[in-house]
């Protein structure tokens, strides 16, 4: 009798626990989540100092931690199937640069950096769509994810020379923008490709609060109106995730490198994106 009263108390107790946690994760995604208020504030600075979004905000900031990650090791066989079709190639160092060469096309690595180039095919859009373009690179992407991760959807960007397409790396569902892919595609098939990878080896230190987007657009406006320029500007794209803070690229030396959360904004006409650390809300130069 006694044995089913604890039991009965155990229960009741368990359900209250589970209440009170319940409540005190909803109020911290509330305290982590933009108000109503706060999307109509920045809408209005923002359109009122000359720049639109043609985009949703991101309104969820809870708190991140650092994420590490490590200079690759490359296989030669592995390289050789991934950008040479199985070609066998001649390896050559040059300092810091290690060139593998095929018949027609080179790549060469340096650290945690890429460059393949095929000089074999003409560079030149012509009638080669959007659509075609992005085909050929995820075809491309497909037969790297074992080796490389995997990446986000891709963005496609009109160029003199083609159209190019850009794959970040995700982890656990974080963009992690230091891991990228870009491919310059032609009528011909890929002309060249740019990479920058370090595996991902996981989160690292305690979480921290990160700056809201709001915030971080307050300072993207400020880096812009100091080219005194009359234009408007138009965001059209705002992403959070990792990134390396240094203005250097990861060196073939560096055994650990730690990424920080960053905000991204993207402009019409911009090639490059505005990049704003997400924990001190400085813009990082690149």
Same mark, same amino acid.
């Given at each position: 009798m006694e044995w089913g009263k604890a039991k009965r108390f155990v229960v009741i107790l368990l359900v209250l626990l589970n209440i009170v946690l319940a409540g005190l994760n909803h109020q911290q995604k509330q305290e982590n989540t933009m108000t109503a208020s706060q999307e109509r504030a920045i809408f209005e600075v923002l359109s009122q100092n000359g720049i639109t979004m043609y985009t949703d905000l991101l309104t969820e900031h809870a708190p991140m931690s650092r994420l590490k990650v490590e200079i690759p090791?490359?296989?030669?066989? *592995? &390289? %050789?199937?991934?950008?040479?079709?199985? !070609? @066998?190639t001649t390896v050559t160092r040059k300092g810091t640069q290690?060139?593998?060469?095929?018949?027609d096309a080179?790549? *060469? &690595? %340096?650290?945690?950096?890429?460059?393949? !180039? @095929?000089?074999?095919i003409a560079m030149g859009k012509e009638d080669l769509t959007r659509g075609e373009a992005q085909r050929t690179a995820e075809k491309f992407m497909d037969g790297t994810e074992h080796f490389f991760g995997t990446y986000g959807e891709p963005?496609?960007?009109?160029?003199?020379?083609?159209?190019?397409?850009?794959?970040?790396?995700?982890?656990?569902r974080e963009n992690v923008f230091s891991n990228y892919f870009s491919l310059l595609v032609t009528e011909g098939g890929i002309?060249?490709?740019?990479?920058?990878?370090?595996?991902?080896?996981?989160?690292?230190?305690?979480?921290q609060d990160i700056?809201?987007?709001?915030?971080a657009l307050l300072t993207f406006m400020r880096e812009w109106k100091k080219k005194e320029t009359k234009e408007e500007a138009t965001i059209y794209r705002i992403e959070l995730g990792y990134d390396q803070m240094e203005n250097s690229t990861a060196a073939?030396?560096?055994?650990?490198?730690?990424?920080?959360?960053?905000?991204?904004?993207?402009?019409?006409?911009?090639?490059?994106?505005?990049?704003?650390?997400?924990?001190t809300c400085q813009i990082v130069n690149k």
């Open positions: 090791s490359y296989n030669k066989e *592995t &390289l %050789e199937r991934l950008f040479f079709g199985s !070609e @066998k290690t060139i593998y060469r095929g018949q080179v790549l *060469t &690595l %340096e650290g945690a950096y890429g460059h393949w !180039e @095929k000089e074999t963005m496609v960007i009109e160029e003199a020379e083609g159209l190019r397409v850009n794959f970040y790396g995700m982890y656990k002309r060249e490709i740019t990479f920058n990878y370090c595996p991902v080896k996981g989160y690292s230190g305690e979480k700056s809201y987007s709001d915030e073939a030396g560096m055994a650990a490198i730690s990424l920080e959360p960053c905000y991204r904004i993207y402009l019409m006409d911009e090639a490059e994106p505005y990049i704003i650390n997400a924990y």
